[in-house]
């Protein structure tokens, strides 16, 4: 029986941009680098941020020298929070509004890949969190989807069974992860096609 749901953030409730959506901590403007520069960057150097093993202070002296610039920390991290503020009108709310209406038969829970970085206390954010039972982060947890600790990390919290769950993500590899481990994988494209697969495994408002 189905007791959890448990969702991705971004690129589910938040609308990610562009072909690179998933390097989208805008680098290239923090820093006056090539996009293309940016998305290497990204790819060779997160690891640390997504299980916060380094902050983003850390994160941005590391890259001064490793770019051979010179960075004010300090002002650096105040501007790179301004970038990556959330924008009320990314946000899927009608998404929003539908998983607040399955909390009467559900535990909700968040798990995403996300870094520290304080993008900026929103009036309108209690507006999501308040729909979720628990929110893991992976810099928070210390492990990152795809990788199985994650998952597993969460179902040790929520004191829970894979096949009680069900997990819903936009990106195939971390779908099929979860699916690996028993729980419940769905890819998550668009409201009308999650509502079909949710209907399809028994999945009730």
Known sequence: ?????????????????GENRAVHYNLHKLLNIPEEKA?????????????????????????????????????????????????KDKIDWVLVDYVESLKKNYKIHMLSNVIGLDSGVSDWINAINKNFDNIYKSFEIG???PNKEAYLHVLEKIKAKPEECVFVDDIQKNVDAASDLGIG???YTDLEKLKKDFGTIGIIL
């Open 143 to 145: 492990h990152k989807k």
């Open 185 to 187: 994988g769905i890819l």
């Open 39 to 87: 998305i290497e960057l990204w790819k060779e150097h997160k690891e640390g941020l997504m299980i916060g093993t380094e902050t983003p202070e850390q994160f941005l002296m590391r890259m001064g020298s490793y770019l051979g610039i010179s960075i004010n920390v300090d002002e650096a991290h105040e501007k790179w929070k301004q970038l990556n503020k959330m924008e």
């Open 1 to 17: 029986m189905i007791k959890h749901l448990i969702f991705d953030f971004g690129g589910v409730f938040l609308y990610l941009e």
